[in-house]
């Protein structure tokens, strides 16, 4: 097994160990996010029905129209926690249940969380 394989499967573990605790209701939806090398993406879900109620990335026309040339790529996930929590908010969504998804809370992940935070959402 290779190392990418490793952190892989490191990763898929981490995050079912995540998801046994939070799950997406009406009352509170779950926050997920995905990291990929490029872009960051982030849905809220309700669990109960399988829905997707909210979602938001990087590719987005209303985050591409802020984000300006050679902007680092925290500060991009900051604004996409920020256009979140106003799509959010404007469906009645306030609280929401953080899932990280097996990613460690700290550089695109927490500027996410941060600019959700600011932008309204309480988690």
Do not use: W
Not at 49 to 76: A, F, N, P, W, Y
Request: aromatic share 6%; proline share 1%.
């Amino acid at each position: 097994m290779n190392r990418l394989e490793l952190k892989k499967i490191r990763r898929r573990r981490r995050k079912l160990r995540v998801r046994k605790k939070i799950f997406g209701t009406a009352e509170r939806p779950r926050l997920s996010v995905y990291r990929s090398l490029k872009h960051i993406y982030c849905q809220i879900i309700n669990d109960e029905i399988g829905h997707t109620l909210v979602s938001c990335s990087t590719l987005d026309k209303d985050v591409r129209s802020q984000i300006k040339d050679g902007m680092k790529k925290i500060e991009q996930a900051k604004i996409v926690g920020q256009v979140l929590a106003r799509k959010a908010l404007s469906q009645g969504l306030v609280n929401v249940a953080f899932d990280r998804n097996g990613y460690l809370f700290h550089g695109r992940v927490k500027a996410l969380a941060e600019g959700a935070r600011e932008g309204g959402l309480k988690f």
